[in-house]
């Protein structure tokens, strides 16, 4: 069957340092998103992505962060200058319409910000 | 503001025992989404559901959308079900767009 690919699996950056998470989405998928889990805490959403352009971001997603497709398969998030409190699982999920057919996460990215 | 609450929080049972986990959200939804995590983190979706009931294999989830009330019931469990469970939805395409609001999730543990 197949999955959504998130690399790396764990990520350990210093405070200030720019991350980029990535993921490869299931191919034939058309919405993709971001969410993360801060650890003890309910997974949040941060952005959705459809045709080459974000069509939703929640209140987490500031400047700090950003969003790219950069060629037909990868899918990759991006924070300019990380903080402690960014320290989280970050998930990739993408899915074949808007909400109505289930969502296929990646396993996650775990980074820590020290 | 638009909540999702699951109960119970916490949840330990025996082998084989009938399991119930709840969903209770606060306003009208277009789908509701079961997920399981595992320990190491990774989420796996297990339904999606707008209306009525679906099963697969051992799980079984319904969704009662007057009340705004879904269940996941797990039949003979077994300890390889020691996960958490987590109840998502989607809020009305008027009001929230794509985006999943996500409970606290149920932490299983199945004893044998």
């Known amino acids: 069957e197949p999955e959504v690919t998130q690399t790396p699996s764990h990520q350990v950056t210093q405070m200030g340092q720019e991350v980029i998470l990535r993921c490869v989405p299931i191919?034939?998928?058309?919405?993709f998103y971001w969410y993360r889990q801060i650890l003890g805490q309910k997974v949040e959403f941060l952005v959705s992505f459809y045709n080459n352009e974000i069509s939703e971001k929640s209140e987490i997603f500031d400047d700090q962060f950003s969003v790219e497709r950069p060629d037909g398969s990868n899918f990759t998030l991006k924070i300019r200058s990380t903080k402690l409190e960014d320290s989280a699982m970050y998930f990739c999920a993408s899915s074949w319409d808007a909400g109505y057919s289930p969502l296929h996460f990646g396993n996650g990215t775990r980074l820590t910000v020290t | 503001k638009n909540e999702v609450e699951q109960s119970p929080q916490n949840l330990t049972a025996q082998e084989g025992e009938f399991i119930t986990i709840n969903c209770s959200y606060s306003?009208?939804?277009?789908?509701l989404h079961w997920l399981q995590q595992h320990p190491g983190g990774g989420i796996v979706s297990l339904f999606m559901?707008?209306?009525g009931k679906k099963k697969h294999g051992r799980l079984i989830a319904t969704i009662n959308i007057q009340e705004k009330h879904s269940s996941l019931h797990i039949t003979a469990s077994h300890p390889r079900d020691s996960a958490v469970y987590i109840c998502a939805v989607r809020w009305d395409r008027e009001t929230s767009g794509s985006r999943l609001t996500f409970g606290e999730g149920t932490q299983l543990t199945v004893n044998p």
């Open positions: 559901l707008s209306s």
């Open positions: 306003v009208g939804i277009s789908a």
């Open positions: 191919s034939n998928h058309l919405y």
